[in-house]
């Protein structure tokens, strides 16, 4: 999910702000004395790691884990996933009352190697009611695109009726259907049920549901439902919960989380008045024309853990491919009326994220993918990603230097790697689907649009590494990574630290480990847990093995603590050693004592570099370990200070004020003063002013 798609147009209103400051920060760098700043840091190769941090890294070593096997090949004609789940559902639109009425037919293989009795079942539209957790969660601390407290429209109302539950050879079990409540004890909340069935289903064997359902679709929220005409069908059909780490995860829905399934296969027949034009995750195999009025279309889809679709009379049908290493990719592109001119930006930020991806990270297996532009006013549908079938977003006025759509686009895409095929549980890790896919988004974006694609006007530029650790600034140490999706203290924490967090921790990894070492990461950790359910330590492991280093110590503090790292030059100077004596004018012969304090202002532990620079040229490189409060390194030579800077390769994108990290002397003045690029100052500026915003 792209975490709120406004927020990019909230920010710019703070872009006439931005503009003058950007404005400021050149205009006053072409006349001051900058020695050392903060220039955006250029990415550097493998080999280049920062001596500090080779020490550090190799000191407790564990020896790393042989590599295991990742050649889970994909052979053409076999089965990419473990194949749990078989879907087969029937349904029918009705668009004058916005309700679906469906039979789905589950077919259930127990793979867990034990008897299984009682199954759970998801019912996400449930959510959308007055007493229901995620409405509860909501009206505490909002969401995207709800507001804490906001009145609530009824139109976004929504619900999901089980009117038939049977299991075949024991017959009709709707009697025994109950709501359970395992994450807060809401018995109001009806969004996971539970059957308990006459007798278990050994290991090995399989289990048939039968079941009914009518769904009422909510007016678009939280990326589901209608606007007029329009229709995105998510999350609208009983789904089994996982046997995952020998129980079931079956969590109930709230305000922050998503979805976590099961791969297997879905055939479905959708049956809608004549004139929609239909998109879906899955191959369109039939269309029958019925004589009611409607017509039938049949979607198979293979090796996915999820179905959704849309609808709508006025959608028009864009179609182009794209040819990659696992063969032709059909694009379909959905757009709504007056979006046309968007069009061929979406083409070009799907076909650019599927060659990057596959460059990078590895094929997509995929036949199609299915891009849904929603209409004016069904907004709250954009930005979400399902099995191939990803939603954008984009409005009629959209300035081409605002790359929303294709931020949105690119994000979208993204997630049919991190959460499509490696499947994570995005209600207990969020990080490991929206932070991986923060981070590539990152390096897509810069990859396809150069640097500063957040903003490109002339006046104001925002980078997307920028954008992402602003937005892990904006509440940096309430919540570890790893906090449970629902349990953050709220909606700002939970988006800054599982998108923006997680991206510039890794960026800053990747200044460790150098940037193809990175590739080798991400595209190790794909092959190895594609059509599977990694977790956290799956991915940290992962980098130990590909990039041999013991990181724990990074580990520990970045992605299970909520350590916050900041390094400052406290003080830097030089006096004459020969200080009670007058200075005589034009002697060379002089003698300095240089100082050069520097203060770990964070709790954050991490060796670092400190270089400091005297005014003859000459430099010098301390490898400071970090792990006391501060040091002072204190030199006597012929030249005074220049300038000092910790971090000088500027490894650590987590710093949470780069304004503090140098220090610099102005040649031609005793007068000493602290300047870091205005530009990183201006930026943090507009961060507080939108995080008033929001
Ligand atoms: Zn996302």
Known sequence: MARGISRPLLIATGLVVLGLASWAAHAHSRSSARVQTHATPAHKPASVASPALSQAASSPATPPAAVPNSSSVLEPGKPFSTRVVAYQIEARLDPSKHSIAATETLTYHNLTGQPLQTFPFHLYLNAFQPQSTWMTEVRLNGTRGTQAGEAWNPKHFGSITVTKFAVEGMGDLTGKMEFAHPDDNNTLDKTVFQVALPKPIAPGESVVFHIAFNDIMPEVVERTGYKRDFYMVGQWFPKVGVWWKGAWNCHQFHATTEFFSDFGTYDVKLTVPKDEITGAGGDLVATTDNSDGTKTLEYKSEDVHDFSWTASPHFTDVEDSWSGSAGIVKIHLLMSPGHMSTAPRYLAAVKGTLE???????????????????????????????????????????????????????????????????????????????????????????ALYGKNSFFKFPFAQLSEDEEQRLSYLSLPDADPLTRLGWKFINDQSYGGISYGKTATVLLTLEKMLGEEMMRHVMHEYFLRYRFTHPTGEDFLKTIEDVSGQNLRWYFNQAFYGTQVLDFEIEDAHSDRLNWWEDEKPGTKDQTYRTYVTVQRKGDFIAPVDVLVRFEDGKSVTEHWDGKDRWIRYSYIGKSKLASAVVDPGHTYWLDRDFFNNSYVVKPDSRATHKLENLWMFAVEWVSQLTNWLT
């Open 356 to 446: 990057k991806y596959d460059e990078w990270v590895g094929p997509y297996p995929y036949d199609r993918i299915t891009v849904v532009d929603p209409p004016h006013g069904g907004f709250d549908a954009g930005g979400m990603e399902y099995p191939t079938l990803i939603t954008a977003g984009t409005t009629w006025d959209m300035p081409k230097d605002m790359l929303v759509p294709e931020v949105v686009t690119e994000h979208e895409f993204g997630h049919q790697y991190w959460y499509g095929m490696v499947a994570t549980n995005e209600f207990e890790e969020a990080w490991m689907d929206e932070g991986i896919n923060s981070y590539m988004e990152v390096k897509v974006m810069d």
